[in-house]
């Protein structure tokens, strides 16, 4: 039988159940000192004690023991006698050097800005405003592009995030009929190139803002598909490049509130030929009383987003038709993310 945190057999009393979510800071917190530490890749190549991590990594070594117990205790580590940690399955994917790693976003999800906005969670939920604005004083994409260190952290948590959603996106849709797509605030071109991959006679076009897209040509070059995409600058709220015949956005629309996402939308139907298409990757809410990742993650766009929100089937249907599109089906993948697929009207 499986043990939960607490060491007790099988599934806990409900209020120890709540306890366990009351305490998920703590775990959360200790997933993102280990990815910040880089203490996985410590261990890539078998265990090893916790005594030498800290040398290694230049850490306290009784508090480095302690915050390995404590990922131990969750199921990211194994410990060993004598104070030695191996790597569980699911601590593997916080390597930095594994595909689907998940250690980009465990730095961006633990990381000060993000975590102190979410401090101020209830000025969110009592005035609708995100806390982010709150905090900094600018919204988080205007305060990312003054602080373009953090920002890096950003951008490396949505590859991060990529990893595990774009290769699920890119084997549930057929793609074969589009000669050229459009990645509009693609980032650095991980979902763009993992779907060029799988159709080799496909072209691309790579859209974003400057200090973002600046680091898409070593990530397209890793991919071996730099010389069939084009990169182009600018913001999707004023302008969408021409020259694709569909135009994918991937946890775009999510950040903004209607009023933009329309603008948004309206820029890509002008760029876009007569029945050309527009692929929505994002979480679809689905009805009430259906547990799912998308009610959480709405949240984050709550806190952080410039009024951003996660959105049900209909009203994904009532924005696309509001941004001069057509919504014709929802494709489910393995991952989170759905491909709402719309036509131009």
Known sequence: MSEN??????????QMELHTLISGKWAMQAVYAAAELGIADQLKDGPRSSAEVARRCDTNEDATYRLMRAL??????DERDGRVFALT?????LRSDVPGSLRGYARFVGYAPSWRAWGEILHSVRTGEPAADHVFGENLFEYFAKHLDESAIFDAAMTSVSGVESEAVATSYDFSAIGTLADVGGGRGFLLATILRRNPAMKGILFDLPHVASGAPSLLREQGVEGRVRI???SFLETVPMGADAIIMKHIIHDWNDDDCVRILRNCRAALPPRGRLLVVEAVVPPPGQRDWSKLLDL?????????????????????????????????????ASVVEGERA
């Open 300 to 336: 984050e766009m709550l806190v952080l987003t410039p009024r951003g929100r996660e959105r049900t089937e209909a009203e994904y249907a009532k924005l696309l038709a509001a941004g001069g599109f057509r919504l014709t089906r929802v494709v489910r993948t393995p991952s989170p």
């Open 89 to 93: 399955d699911v601590g593997q994917f």
């Open 5 to 14: 945190w607490y060491g007790i057999p099988g599934d806990l009393p409900p």
């Open 72 to 77: 131990s205790n969750v199921g990211v580590l």
């Open 232 to 234: 182009e600058t600018g």
